[in-house]
């Protein structure tokens, strides 16, 4: 481990070196918590006659590849993306210096350092931002249409991004999905929905693609940079719109659809008052299902880079399993209803001292209570993270063969074929197969309850607080 810190820090110098005026030393680096698809790193150098901070955005795993891959902007893109947007009025920091492949550090771009609240779960809640909070909503609408209008053809982007019609990304997304040959059920019932309602006729325009709450800067005078451009592309504008709107974040805030800090129509008059354009809520909503789509599909490919990927971590892992967070948002948006929610037994065998269930959480609490005690920074995070695997794994234990077996039962009764020996991955791929060739239709009877009654007690499962799963679990007739 010391031996690669080493390593990294003599690349990143030599980088420096090369690639930004002024440099003459890197005093101290540290690799944020945030980000799985790309790393950050906090610089501290010393830059002409005094000192500077900086931040560094890079590659996962410091891969350098040839070829970008399909729907991503490229380090290069995404700098020019930053520079056009501030010309534009979009807050953005200044972009210093590019790597290049003979720095062995990975795609990536040294940019100015700028001081905000990034952290989505603190901008909701934080005292400090109370004032600004109701005013985010109508300005994350006038950053939106300021980016929506950056002539693509003038700036040349045109012929850098990719554009994608709104059947092009929900196909793009199955199909990755299907890639992964793990069977989801609610994922393809989504899937068929939103072939089922493409909007009619979109405009095209630049869209950023991941603009959320996670992704902005905000401070106690509004939103000072926006950031992560790496899936910027051409399409729908309304993409971003209803991206900013998906429930995952909201971050537990989900009375305020815009972030977890605002309203709809806020967002919309915001946008309007710049672009021109009015804004159709329904197209916004049909994005909103695409966002928790795409995002449940991306979580199972981060599982799926856990297992054979660059950085195989255990944060890798954890968000994996958020992909039920995701289908239980579509369970919400689509077919929402009552579900029977397994409760775990209270009782428990003795034959083994200590149970199954106490060693779990005696290593959870050492992660909790030692660990992130002991530790900061990445260190600590992942702590904080492995303990919220022990978590999962706990609840697994306790219910999660009764879970399976009455899913197992529902696909017998649903389908109609099987019996006592048919195992659950046979009975869900039936399921799946027929809901990808059509022979099932989304109004088949039975079938939104079986989709409500899984998802949920998966997601109670995984992540019982999340707000999603709460406003599941509360639904009344």
């Known amino acids: 481990m010391a031996d690669r810190k080493k390593e990294f820090e003599g690349r990143l110098t030599g980088a420096l070196e090369k690639r930004l005026p002024g440099f003459q030393a890197l005093r101290s680096f540290s690799r944020l918590s945030a980000g799985a698809s790309q790393e950050t790193y906090r610089l501290e150098v010393t830059l002409g006659a005094g000192e500077k901070t900086l931040a560094l955005r890079r590659s996962a795993g410091g891969q350098w590849f040839d070829e970008i891959e399909p729907g991503r902007a490229g380090a290069q893109t995404e700098a020019l993306l930053m520079r056009l947007g501030h010309e534009a009025g979009v807050p953005e920091p200044e972009v210093l210096a590019e790597l290049e492949k003979e720095d062995g550090l990975g795609h990536g771009f040294v940019m100015e350092w700028l001081e905000g609240e990034t952290l989505g779960a603190r901008i909701v809640k934080s005292e400090a931002l109370a004032d600004v909070r109701p005013r985010l909503a109508r300005q994350c609408g006038e950053i939106l249409a300021r980016i929506h209008n950056i002539d693509v053809d003038a700036t040349g982007l045109a012929k850098q991004l990719t554009r994608s019609s709104p059947r092009e990304l929900v196909e793009q997304t199955w199909a990755g999905y299907k890639s992964l040959a793990t069977p989801q059920p609610m994922l393809d019932y989504v899937g068929c929905w939103l072939l089922d309602h493409l909007p009619s006729e979109p405009r095209t325009s630049l869209v950023h ?4 709450n996670g992704n902005l800067m905000v401070s106690p005078s509004g939103i000072s940079a926006v950031l992560d451009w790496e899936i910027a592309h051409l399409g729908d504008p309304m993409r971003d719109l209803g991206w900013i709107c998906t ?41 909103e299902v695409f966002g928790s789509f795409w995002w449940g599909a991306a979580c ?73 005690e002991s530790t900061r920074g990445r260190a600590q995070f992942m702590a904080r993270v492995a303990a919220n695997v022990l978590d999962i794994v706990s609840r697994e234990v306790a219910v999660g063969s009764e879970h399976r077996e009455r899913e197992r039962l529902g696909l017998q009764s649903l389908l109609g074929v099987g019996d006592a020996s048919t195992k659950l991955e046979a009975l869900r791929w039936t399921l799946v197969e027929a809901l990808r060739d059509r022979s099932m239709s989304l109004d088949h009877p039975g079938l939104a309850k079986h989709l409500r009654n899984i998802v949920v007690n998966q997601v109670a499962i995984d992540q019982p607080g999340y707000s999603g799963a709460v406003a599941a679990r509360q639904f009344r007739v």
């Open 209 to 212: 693609g991941d603009f959320r």
């Open 300 to 372: 199972l490919g981060m599982a799926n880079a856990f297992r054979h990927g660059p950085d195989p971590s255990v944060e890798r892992a954890a968000i994996g399993r958020r992909t039920s967070e995701c289908q239980v948002d579509c369970v919400n948006l689509l077919i929402p209803g009552p579900a029977n929610v397994i409760e775990p037994s209270t009782e428990h065998q003795t034959l083994d001292i200590p149970r199954v269930d106490e060693l779990i959480s005696g290593v959870r609490d050492h992660l909790r209570n030692d660990v992130m």
């Open 247 to 287: 429930n995952s974040w909201r971050f537990g805030r989900r009375e305020n659809p815009v972030g977890g800090f605002g309203r709809y129509q806020d967002l919309f008059d915001g946008y309007e008052s710049v672009s021109g354009q009015k804004v159709d809520p329904e197209q916004v909503h049909f994005w």
